[in-house]
Protein backbone atom coordinates (compact mmCIF):
# COMPACT_ATOMS: atom_id res chain seq x y z
CA UNK A 1 0.00 0.00 0.00
CA UNK A 2 1.41 3.34 -0.97
CA UNK A 3 2.36 5.79 1.97
CA UNK A 4 0.03 8.68 2.39
CA UNK A 5 1.61 12.04 2.12
CA UNK A 6 -0.48 13.91 4.94
CA UNK A 7 1.81 17.13 4.48
CA UNK A 8 1.17 18.03 0.59
CA UNK A 9 4.68 18.13 -1.71
CA UNK A 10 6.20 21.46 -0.53
CA UNK A 11 7.95 19.55 2.57
CA UNK A 12 9.13 16.39 0.94
CA UNK A 13 10.44 18.79 -2.25
CA UNK A 14 12.19 20.94 0.66
CA UNK A 15 13.80 17.79 2.62
CA UNK A 16 14.77 14.50 1.63
CA UNK A 17 13.13 11.62 3.25
CA UNK A 18 11.07 14.97 4.94
CA UNK A 19 7.97 12.55 5.13
CA UNK A 20 8.84 11.03 7.54
CA UNK A 21 9.03 13.46 9.79
CA UNK A 22 5.37 13.71 10.39
CA UNK A 23 4.33 10.42 8.65
CA UNK A 24 7.14 8.04 9.96
CA UNK A 25 7.30 4.65 9.04
CA UNK A 26 4.51 2.39 10.77
CA UNK A 27 7.42 0.14 12.09
CA UNK A 28 9.56 3.27 13.41
CA UNK A 29 9.85 3.44 17.17
CA UNK A 30 7.70 6.02 19.09
CA UNK A 31 9.41 7.27 22.17
CA UNK A 32 7.89 8.62 26.01
CA UNK A 33 9.74 11.75 26.34
CA UNK A 34 9.95 13.88 29.57
CA UNK A 35 8.12 17.07 29.43
CA UNK A 36 11.17 18.01 31.37
CA UNK A 37 13.68 17.63 28.53
CA UNK A 38 11.84 19.34 25.82
CA UNK A 39 12.83 22.64 25.30
CA UNK A 40 10.78 24.83 22.19
CA UNK A 41 12.51 25.16 18.77
CA UNK A 42 14.25 28.59 18.30
CA UNK A 43 13.29 29.08 15.00
CA UNK A 44 9.60 28.68 15.31
CA UNK A 45 7.91 30.96 12.97
CA UNK A 46 4.97 31.32 15.43
CA UNK A 47 4.87 33.46 17.84
CA UNK A 48 1.38 33.95 19.46
CA UNK A 49 -1.04 31.56 20.33
CA UNK A 50 -4.80 31.05 20.85
CA UNK A 51 -5.38 30.47 24.57
CA UNK A 52 -8.65 29.40 24.44
CA UNK A 53 -7.89 26.69 21.34
CA UNK A 54 -4.80 25.65 22.73
CA UNK A 55 -7.46 24.73 26.30
CA UNK A 56 -9.82 23.11 24.01
CA UNK A 57 -6.73 20.92 22.68
CA UNK A 58 -5.19 20.10 26.21
CA UNK A 59 -8.76 19.15 27.47
CA UNK A 60 -8.91 16.57 24.53
CA UNK A 61 -5.32 15.26 25.51
CA UNK A 62 -6.69 14.41 28.83
CA UNK A 63 -9.21 12.72 27.32
CA UNK A 64 -7.85 10.85 24.54
CA UNK A 65 -4.47 11.30 25.14
CA UNK A 66 -1.83 12.47 22.06
CA UNK A 67 -2.98 10.94 18.83
CA UNK A 68 -0.25 12.64 16.59
CA UNK A 69 3.12 11.96 18.39
CA UNK A 70 5.69 15.27 18.35
CA UNK A 71 8.75 15.20 16.23
CA UNK A 72 11.85 15.85 18.32
CA UNK A 73 15.85 16.37 17.46
CA UNK A 74 18.25 15.24 19.96
CA UNK A 75 20.66 18.12 21.11
CA UNK A 76 22.60 16.49 24.36
CA UNK A 77 22.01 13.59 27.09
CA UNK A 78 18.02 13.82 27.96
CA UNK A 79 17.81 17.42 25.48
CA UNK A 80 15.61 17.92 23.31
CA UNK A 81 14.47 20.47 20.27
CA UNK A 82 10.83 20.43 19.07
CA UNK A 83 10.74 19.93 15.18
CA UNK A 84 7.57 19.55 14.67
CA UNK A 85 4.21 20.10 17.23
CA UNK A 86 5.22 22.84 19.79
CA UNK A 87 1.14 23.18 19.66
CA UNK A 88 0.58 19.50 20.86
CA UNK A 89 3.67 20.24 23.52
CA UNK A 90 2.12 23.92 24.88
CA UNK A 91 -1.39 21.77 25.27
CA UNK A 92 0.48 18.35 26.87
CA UNK A 93 1.81 20.92 29.61
CA UNK A 94 -1.73 22.30 30.20
CA UNK A 95 -3.08 18.83 30.26
CA UNK A 96 -0.46 17.84 33.01
CA UNK A 97 1.29 15.58 30.98
CA UNK A 98 5.04 14.25 32.36
CA UNK A 99 5.95 12.59 29.21
CA UNK A 100 4.62 12.90 25.62
CA UNK A 101 5.06 10.50 22.62
CA UNK A 102 7.81 11.14 19.90
CA UNK A 103 9.61 10.78 16.79
CA UNK A 104 13.16 11.37 17.84
CA UNK A 105 15.38 12.36 14.51
CA UNK A 106 18.92 13.54 12.97
CA UNK A 107 18.92 17.33 11.84
CA UNK A 108 21.20 20.28 11.92
CA UNK A 109 19.94 23.72 12.69
CA UNK A 110 19.24 24.86 8.86
CA UNK A 111 17.31 21.84 8.35
CA UNK A 112 15.31 22.81 11.44
CA UNK A 113 14.80 25.99 10.55
CA UNK A 114 13.60 24.48 6.99
CA UNK A 115 11.60 22.54 8.39
CA UNK A 116 9.80 24.41 11.11
CA UNK A 117 8.79 27.32 8.61
CA UNK A 118 8.06 24.57 5.60
CA UNK A 119 6.01 22.62 8.08
CA UNK A 120 4.39 25.90 10.08
CA UNK A 121 3.88 27.47 6.64
CA UNK A 122 1.30 24.23 5.99
CA UNK A 123 -0.95 24.67 8.44
CA UNK A 124 -4.27 26.10 8.12
CA UNK A 125 -4.88 28.23 11.01
CA UNK A 126 -2.04 30.98 10.71
CA UNK A 127 -2.28 34.33 9.63
CA UNK A 128 -1.07 36.28 6.98
CA UNK A 129 1.45 38.12 8.67
CA UNK A 130 3.30 34.83 10.03
CA UNK A 131 3.27 32.97 6.53
CA UNK A 132 4.61 36.23 5.03
CA UNK A 133 7.24 36.49 7.87
CA UNK A 134 8.11 32.29 6.74
CA UNK A 135 8.22 33.18 3.33
CA UNK A 136 10.80 35.95 4.32
CA UNK A 137 12.24 33.95 6.22
CA UNK A 138 13.05 31.25 3.82
CA UNK A 139 14.24 33.62 1.61
CA UNK A 140 15.97 35.11 4.08
CA UNK A 141 18.14 32.78 6.02
CA UNK A 142 17.45 29.38 3.52
CA UNK A 143 19.01 31.96 0.34
CA UNK A 144 15.67 30.64 -1.55
CA UNK A 145 14.39 32.84 -5.21
CA UNK A 146 10.60 32.96 -4.93
CA UNK A 147 10.60 30.59 -7.78
CA UNK A 148 12.46 28.22 -5.67
CA UNK A 149 10.21 28.86 -2.48
CA UNK A 150 7.10 28.28 -5.05
CA UNK A 151 8.24 25.26 -5.82
CA UNK A 152 9.27 24.01 -2.08
CA UNK A 153 5.95 25.14 -0.68
CA UNK A 154 3.37 24.15 -3.77
CA UNK A 155 2.52 27.69 -4.02
CA UNK A 156 2.49 30.33 -7.22
CA UNK A 157 4.65 32.68 -6.76
CA UNK A 158 2.17 35.61 -7.30
CA UNK A 159 1.00 34.15 -3.91
CA UNK A 160 3.87 34.46 -2.42
CA UNK A 161 4.59 37.81 -3.40
CA UNK A 162 1.14 38.98 -2.09
CA UNK A 163 2.01 37.67 1.15
CA UNK A 164 5.31 39.72 1.19
CA UNK A 165 4.05 42.89 0.35
CA UNK A 166 2.30 42.79 3.32
CA UNK A 167 5.44 43.02 5.43
CA UNK A 168 5.76 46.76 3.62
CA UNK A 169 2.57 47.85 5.09
CA UNK A 170 2.44 50.24 8.21
CA UNK A 171 2.92 48.03 11.89
CA UNK A 172 -0.31 49.24 12.99
CA UNK A 173 -2.03 47.34 9.72
CA UNK A 174 0.21 44.45 10.11
CA UNK A 175 -0.90 43.92 14.05
CA UNK A 176 -4.42 44.18 12.40
CA UNK A 177 -3.69 41.70 10.06
CA UNK A 178 -2.59 39.14 12.62
CA UNK A 179 -5.17 40.20 14.89
CA UNK A 180 -7.80 39.41 12.09
CA UNK A 181 -9.16 42.32 12.45
CA UNK A 182 -8.88 43.12 8.81
CA UNK A 183 -8.65 40.41 5.92
CA UNK A 184 -6.41 39.24 3.40
CA UNK A 185 -8.43 40.86 0.86
CA UNK A 186 -8.61 44.20 2.57
CA UNK A 187 -4.99 44.73 2.98
CA UNK A 188 -4.53 43.36 -0.75
CA UNK A 189 -6.76 46.00 -1.57
CA UNK A 190 -4.46 48.87 0.40
CA UNK A 191 -0.94 47.86 -0.54
CA UNK A 192 -1.97 48.80 -3.92
CA UNK A 193 -2.06 52.63 -2.41
CA UNK A 194 1.81 53.69 -2.27
CA UNK A 195 1.45 56.63 0.41
CA UNK A 196 1.56 55.15 3.96
CA UNK A 197 -0.25 58.12 5.45
CA UNK A 198 -3.27 57.08 3.44
CA UNK A 199 -2.63 53.18 3.77
CA UNK A 200 -3.67 54.09 7.46
CA UNK A 201 -6.27 56.35 6.39
CA UNK A 202 -8.11 53.59 4.77
CA UNK A 203 -7.62 51.18 7.90
CA UNK A 204 -9.24 53.51 10.24
CA UNK A 205 -11.88 53.63 7.66
CA UNK A 206 -12.33 49.94 7.57
CA UNK A 207 -12.26 49.79 11.18
CA UNK A 208 -14.94 52.58 11.83
CA UNK A 209 -17.70 51.94 9.39
CA UNK A 210 -16.82 48.23 8.50
CA UNK A 211 -15.98 48.44 5.03
CA UNK A 212 -16.08 45.77 2.76
CA UNK A 213 -13.09 44.18 0.70
CA UNK A 214 -15.10 45.57 -2.38
CA UNK A 215 -15.52 48.37 -0.85
CA UNK A 216 -11.83 49.12 -0.19
CA UNK A 217 -11.16 47.95 -3.92
CA UNK A 218 -13.33 51.04 -4.99
CA UNK A 219 -12.03 53.38 -3.08
CA UNK A 220 -8.04 52.03 -4.05
CA UNK A 221 -9.40 52.45 -7.62
CA UNK A 222 -10.23 56.13 -7.31
CA UNK A 223 -7.43 57.02 -5.44
CA UNK A 224 -5.24 55.65 -8.41
CA UNK A 225 -7.15 56.99 -10.64
CA UNK A 226 -6.64 60.66 -9.59
CA UNK A 227 -3.04 59.71 -9.14
CA UNK A 228 -2.77 59.26 -12.84
CA UNK A 229 -4.59 61.92 -13.50
CA UNK A 230 -3.27 64.63 -11.65
CA UNK A 231 0.41 62.84 -10.89
CA UNK A 232 -0.28 63.34 -7.00
CA UNK A 233 -2.53 61.24 -4.97
CA UNK A 234 -5.17 62.69 -2.96
CA UNK A 235 -6.41 61.57 0.07
CA UNK A 236 -10.50 61.44 0.58
CA UNK A 237 -11.62 64.85 2.51
CA UNK A 238 -12.01 63.83 5.87
CA UNK A 239 -15.53 64.84 7.44
CA UNK A 240 -15.96 67.41 9.70
CA UNK A 241 -17.88 66.15 13.29
CA UNK A 242 -21.48 67.78 13.66
CA UNK A 243 -20.38 69.87 15.81
CA UNK A 244 -18.18 71.46 13.35
CA UNK A 245 -21.07 72.25 11.11
CA UNK A 246 -22.64 73.59 13.50
CA UNK A 247 -20.19 75.82 14.40
CA UNK A 248 -19.60 76.35 10.37
CA UNK A 249 -22.91 77.62 10.39
CA UNK A 250 -22.95 79.37 13.81
CA UNK A 251 -19.79 81.57 12.38
CA UNK A 252 -21.00 81.80 8.73
CA UNK A 253 -24.42 83.50 9.87
CA UNK A 254 -22.59 85.65 12.80
CA UNK A 255 -20.22 87.18 10.03
CA UNK A 256 -23.23 87.29 7.29
CA UNK A 257 -20.97 85.18 4.59
CA UNK A 258 -20.04 81.40 3.79
CA UNK A 259 -17.63 80.77 6.24
CA UNK A 260 -15.57 77.20 5.55
CA UNK A 261 -13.24 75.02 7.15
CA UNK A 262 -10.70 72.80 5.59
CA UNK A 263 -9.05 70.11 7.31
CA UNK A 264 -6.22 67.44 6.25
CA UNK A 265 -6.08 64.29 7.10
CA UNK A 266 -3.67 64.90 9.98
CA UNK A 267 -6.35 67.31 11.56
CA UNK A 268 -4.90 70.59 11.17
CA UNK A 269 -6.89 73.36 8.95
CA UNK A 270 -7.72 76.80 8.76
CA UNK A 271 -11.11 78.68 8.66
CA UNK A 272 -11.72 81.00 6.07
CA UNK A 273 -13.77 83.61 6.24
CA UNK A 274 -14.36 84.83 2.46
CA UNK A 275 -15.16 88.51 1.24
CA UNK A 276 -16.45 90.23 -1.89
CA UNK A 277 -15.22 93.46 -1.20
CA UNK A 278 -13.51 95.84 0.86
CA UNK A 279 -17.15 97.23 2.46
CA UNK A 280 -17.60 93.22 3.45
CA UNK A 281 -14.32 93.18 4.92
CA UNK A 282 -14.45 96.69 7.29
CA UNK A 283 -17.49 94.73 8.45
CA UNK A 284 -15.53 91.46 8.95
CA UNK A 285 -12.97 93.24 10.98
CA UNK A 286 -15.63 95.30 12.93
CA UNK A 287 -17.22 92.24 14.21
CA UNK A 288 -13.58 90.95 15.12
CA UNK A 289 -13.15 93.94 17.40
CA UNK A 290 -15.97 93.73 19.01
CA UNK A 291 -15.31 89.96 19.88
CA UNK A 292 -11.28 91.46 21.28
CA UNK A 293 -13.60 94.08 23.43
Not at 105 to 133: K, W
Not at 146 to 167: A, D, H
Not at 199 to 225: A, C, G
Request: aromatic share 6%.
Amino acid sequence: MAKRNALGRGLGALIENANEVNQPNPQAMIDEIDIAHIVANPWQPRTTFDEEALNDLATSIREMGIIQPLTLRKTGENQYQIIAGERRFRASKLAGLNKVPAYIRESDDNQMLELALVENIQREDLDAIEVALSYQRLIDECQFTQEVLSERVGKKRSTISNYLRLLKLPAIIQKAIRDREISMGHARAIINVKDPETQVMIYKQIMTYDFSVRKIEEIVRKLNNEETETGKAKKPAARFPDEYENLKNHLSKHFSTNVGFKINNKGKGQIVIPFKSGKELEKIIGILDKLNQ
